[in-house]
């Protein structure tokens, strides 16, 4: 176990571009961690405001305020003596190359799950979800989707590179089951009728009691594998202003911590947070929403296998 107290010669700043400053291992396929942190440096299917490439250098730099804490509140044990978490770093490819991208993600992504890993990746915009659906369907069959957003990205009218269009494309190249998926926090247009995702939209996730909410989520992903994908602005823009497409009407961060804790006992095996836009964020509060929420998944599948 990496902690503070194991190393008393690092400073609290160690490894301050790691998550959680844990070990950077750039061929973390070989390694014996349970989790694979991966940097996904990419904002090129962008619709509003860019940015959301410098997202995972600026989670992993607001993660080391999480990092001292071992045991997190209200957690009753240290994430780090369940489960072994690397940074593998970023996913590199060519400038303005997102054919490339998506087929190096996904390529990627089937390594790591095929050695035996689990992913908890940052983006980068929302599009990034859509080639590790890809592999992660590969490995686990049709899943559910836990998809916490302000939109629906359903959208059937956008580019082929697009983070408003990739729950279009996942059913219809069987990545995902829709009857058995959930979305929170929706509170933009879509198309209603026939929509295929159970929808809570923002002021039903405000309104109800957390343990409503969780309910709901709960009998919909009935006992399928679920991949929980958390786009950023499903927050309120006063929780986290540092986004591309920021909507008003949102979710605190102290409620999804509530609705994520509820979550013990699904079979998660896959997760990213992503939509996090460091120039406009105040104060890196946004960031450190997105490393807490990113450490609430790994309790989650702390919990499991403990």
């Keep these: 176990m990496s902690t503070l107290a194991s190393h008393p010669d690092h400073s609290l700043y160690s490894n301050a571009n790691t998550f959680l400053r844990q070990a950077l291992n750039h061929q973390p396929q070989s390694s014996d961690a349970d989790v694979v942190i991966t940097g996904l440096p990419f904002d090129l299917a962008t619709t509003g405001r860019s940015g959301a490439r410098l997202g995972p250098d600026a989670v992993r730099r607001a993660s080391v305020n999480l990092a001292w804490e071992e045991a997190r509140w209200p957690w009753d044990f240290k994430l780090l003596e369940r489960l072994k978490l690397v940074d593998a770093g970023d996913l590199v490819f060519d400038c303005g190359e997102q054919q490339q ?132 602005d499903c927050l309120d823009p006063a929780y986290a202003p540092g986004t591309g497409t920021p909507v008003a009407g949102g979710l605190s961060s102290n409620r999804v911590l509530q609705i994520l804790r509820g979550l013990v ?42």
């Design 265 to 306: 006992g699904l079979n998660i095996v896959g997760m990213d947070v992503v939509e996090v836009s460091p120039s406009y964020d105040q104060s890196d509060i946004t960031a450190l929403a997105a490393a807490t929420i990113g450490l609430e998944m790994l309790h989650l599948l702390a919990v499991n296998k403990g």
């Design 101 to 232: 991208f998506t087929e190096r993600l996904e390529a990627y992504a089937d390594s790591l799950l095929s050695a035996g890993k689990t992913m908890l990746s940052f983006g980068g915009d929302h599009f990034v979800t859509l080639p590790l659906l890809r592999a992660h369907a590969k490995h686990h069959g049709k899943m559910a989707l836990l998809h916490f957003d302000a939109h629906t990205d359903t959208y059937s009218a956008g580019s082929r590179y697009d983070h408003g269009t990739m729950f279009y494309h996942a059913p219809k190249e069987g990545l995902i089951d829709p009857s058995h998926s959930v979305q929170v926090g929706i509170r933009t247009d879509y198309t209603r009728e026939g929509h295929p995702f159970t929808v809570i939209n923002a002021d039903q996730a405000n309104n109800l009691s957390i343990e409503q909410v969780i309910s709901q989520i709960r009998q919909q992903l009935a006992d399928l594998p679920v991949y929980l994908s958390f786009d950023i």
